[in-house]
Each structure stands twice: as structure tokens, then as C-alpha cells.
């Protein structure tokens, strides 16, 4: 069975940071492409970024490039968001999502998880 826990959020001022982690346990997570997913309040759910299965190759939302970073560690099957330069408009439930045994998604733009964790709230006050 497949599980996705995140952690790490939280309230902060804008201009502020969080790290948001990932933990999944997955038999083969380094064939996993991951990700990141956000809903805020009236509004869908909505891509922020998604790594390769090596960690290689990364894409993001326009929203959100140049200020937030996803890694991974294959070791320890976690992946990360650093989030900086935190905007009141970041504010949202934050998802991880993880899709199973599919190859190139990520260099091509497709990345369409498989699995979702719980989510994890991020505030971002102005």
C-alpha cells in the first residue's frame, strides 16, 4: 500500500520560507516521478512542480519558478519543496503526489499522479 506524508507547514509572514517534506513509502521509489500539487480556498487544485525519477529533471508552474525548489533523496524515499519569497497568494493546501513506473513524464510536461498524500496547510500572511 502506497502512503504519502507531508510535513512542514505552516504560518509565515510573506517574504518568508518553508520546506515542505514528503515521505513515501513505495517499494520502488526511485522509479517514482513526484510531485506537488496546491488547492486554495474556492478555487482547483492546481500543479506547483514535479521531479524525475533520478532527481535529474525538474518543471514548475509559472507561479512559482525561480522561487521554489523540489529535490529528492532516493535514499530515504522523501521529497522536498523549499519554498522562498513566499507571496499571500501561496496560501493553500499543498499535496504530494507520486506516479508509479511512468517513465519521461517530467521532461515532457505530463507528470499525472498515481497516489496523493493528505495535504498540509500553508499560510502566508501579508
Known amino acids: 500500500q502506497v502512503q504519502l506524508v507531508e510535513s512542514g507547514g505552516g504560518l509565515v509572514e510573506a517574504g518568508g520560507s518553508l520546506r515542505l517534506s514528503c515521505a513515501a513509502s513505495?517499494?520502488?521509489?526511485?522509479?517514482?516521478?513526484m510531485g506537488w500539487f496546491r488547492q486554495a480556498p474556492g478555487k482547483e487544485r492546481e500543479f506547483v512542480a514535479a521531479?524525475?525519477?533520478?532527481?535529474?529533471?525538474?518543471y514548475y508552474a509559472d507561479s512559482v519558478k525561480g522561487r521554489f525548489t523540489i529535490s529528492r533523496d532516493n535514499a530515504k524515499n522523501t521529497v522536498h519543496l523549499q519554498m522562498n519569497n513566499l507571496k499571500p497568494g501561496d496560501t493553500a493546501v499543498y499535496y504530494c503526489?507520486?506516479?508509479?513506473?511512468?517513465?519521461?513524464?517530467?521532461?515532457?510536461?505530463?507528470?499525472?499522479?498515481?497516489?496523493w498524500g493528505q495535504g498540509s496547510q500553508v499560510t502566508v500572511s501579508s
Open positions: 503526489a507520486a506516479e508509479y513506473l511512468v517513465f519521461g513524464t517530467v521532461v515532457s510536461g505530463t507528470f499525472n499522479p498515481h497516489y
Open positions: 513505495i517499494r520502488t521509489f526511485s522509479r517514482t516521478a
Open positions: 521531479i524525475s525519477w533520478s532527481g535529474s529533471s525538474t
